[in-house]
């Protein structure tokens, strides 16, 4: 790591714990992913020799110049802020829960996120080794753990093979209906569930007079104590072994190497946070997110309930013993409410978010960052004119429809909740470019609600290339 032993000797203590914990950081995020990257046209191969493929993270389009580059001319690799929102979701369902799947790198699978733009397929993906449990079309069974409570990666209703479940309507492969996020509502932290495969219960029928079959890959996770996964030191970086430790003595007794690898984990938080707003709000109340002059860009947030401190005064061990509770709609819940705006407030309630888990009391965090874009406004029926006189278009949020009165006032200005996410198809038009010339109107965006005057709102800004 250092070729000079002289600066080895120069370095002080703090300077060689600093860089151990940036070691441990980034060993940290990337012990066991696997990653896999596709130039367009080709297939992407995901493979586990043992366990079970789980995708953490995927983008089909362009983050770089040199990636796929060979032989492309200039025009082609120069837009390096392209990516497809829905190809993380598309490879979970192809992938998720096989020891090995292949996936083509093209529009006709992914659309085109950048028109001109030669792209690429990236993955990062774990191998886990879960339980596999699979419940034909028709039956009923219990998925159980006799050690720990069950945890859900990844659920299917459909067909994916015609080994499993043989039957004479067994005719495709290609049948997929995720419930993931079902599954986990339904199991998730308890120590036995019983799942019924049926278009009934599953509210789906993915492939009419295909016989199906309810694929669900799960681990049996023993939950730890809340005071060591979750210490209180993530919150403020004084006192830390007070905080985390109510005995002195216990301070006392941690070695050298303990205190050390307490600290890495301090650090490893600070450095992910960043300059990143966190929000937690209970169930029933009302998120306020707020950046002042600035505009909001969420980073993550979830629904549900990760631990059994937050948000429990007052509340029985039954409503906040699950802590495997997430909904995985909340980040474009939060998206779409939120980004662009200076400040916003989201009721935390099930008519919002849906309910991820029966019965047991939820609160929702949010993590955001506050962005200095510009922000562009045209009128329905009037053409849209973006354009950087220094560098090149991002687009960090677009929507087609109305959030206020008073923008583009109207006489059919009626409503202030017609939303239409326009981010993929504005980023697909205009990043990496100078200019970007779009008409605000329904034949280009669709009509979200139909009789009501819109607008369309672009915030973004210019880079430096």
């Known amino acids: 790591m250092y070729q000079s032993t002289m600066l080895m000797q120069k370095l002080s203590g703090v300077t060689l714990l600093l ?4 070691h441990a950081c980034f060993l940290s995020a990337s012990e066991n992913a696997k990653q896999s990257v596709t130039c367009e046209g080709r297939s992407a191969s995901l493979s586990c020799e043992s366990g079970h493929i789980h995708v953490l993270g995927a983008n089909y389009g362009r983050t770089d110049g040199k990636t796929c580059s060979d032989g492309k001319p200039p025009g082609q690799i120069s837009n390096v802020k392209c990516s497809s929102k829905t190809t993380l979701k598309k490879m979970t369902v192809r992938c998720n829960g096989k020891k090995s799947c292949s996936v083509q790198a093209v529009n006709s699978v992914f659309s085109d996120p950048c028109v001109g733009t030669y792209k690429y397929l990236q993955v990062s993906y774990e191998c886990h080794t879960p339980k596999q449990h699979i419940t034909c079309e028709g039956s009923k069974s219990n998925i159980t753990c006799e ?3 069950i945890s859900v990666h990844h659920a299917n209703y459909g067909r994916r093979n015609l080994l499993t479940c043989p039957h004479e309507s067994a005719t495709t492969t290609h049948c997929n209906s995720d419930q993931t996020a079902r599954l986990r509502s339904r199991c998730n932290g308890k120590k036995s569930c019983h799942v019924e495969a049926s278009n009934l219960a599953l509210h789906a029928d993915p492939c009419k007079k295909v016989h199906k079959y309810l694929e669900v890959m799960y ?5 730890l104590s809340h005071a060591i996964y979750r210490p209180a030191f993530l919150h403020k970086s004084r006192f830390v072994f007070v905080q985390m430790f109510q005995s002195t003595m216990l301070v006392q007794k941690l070695s050298g190497i303990t205190l050390l690898l307490l600290l890495c984990q301090h650090a490893c938080f600070l450095s992910a946070s960043g300059n990143a707003k966190r929000s937690v709000t209970c169930e029933g109340d009302s998120a306020s997110l707020s950046c002042g002059s600035r505009f909001i860009n969420v980073l993550r947030a979830n629904y549900g309930r990760t631990n059994g401190r937050t948000c429990s005064a007052g509340k029985p061990p039954g409503q ?4 495997h509770c997430s909904s995985e709609t909340s980040l474009q ?4 409410q939120c980004n662009g705006k200076k400040s916003c407030s989201v009721q935390a309630v099930n008519s919002v978010f849906n309910d991820p888990c029966f019965g047991t009391y939820k609160y929702l965090e949010v993590s955001y960052e506050c962005l200095k874009p510009k922000q562009h406004i045209t009128c329905e029926g009037f053409r849209a004119d973006i354009t950087c006189g220094k560098g090149v278009i991002s687009v960090y949020y677009a929507n087609y429809g109305r959030r206020n009165l008073a923008t583009c006032p109207h006489k059919f200005a009626t409503s202030t ?6 981010t993929a198809r504005m980023r697909s038009r205009c990043n990496g470019k ?13 009509d979200p609600c139909v009789g009501i005057y819109k607008y369309l709102e672009v915030t973004y800004s210019c880079i430096r290339v």
């Open 19 to 22: 860089l151990l914990c940036q």
């Open 147 to 149: 050690k720990g409570v």
């Open 219 to 223: 681990s049996c996770k023993i939950a």
């Open 320 to 323: 906040l013993s699950n802590v």
């Open 333 to 336: 819940t939060m998206a779409t």
């Open 417 to 422: 909740h017609c939303n239409s996410d326009q």
């Open 434 to 446: 100078q200019s970007c010339h779009v008409q605000a109107s329904n034949s280009e965006f669709s």
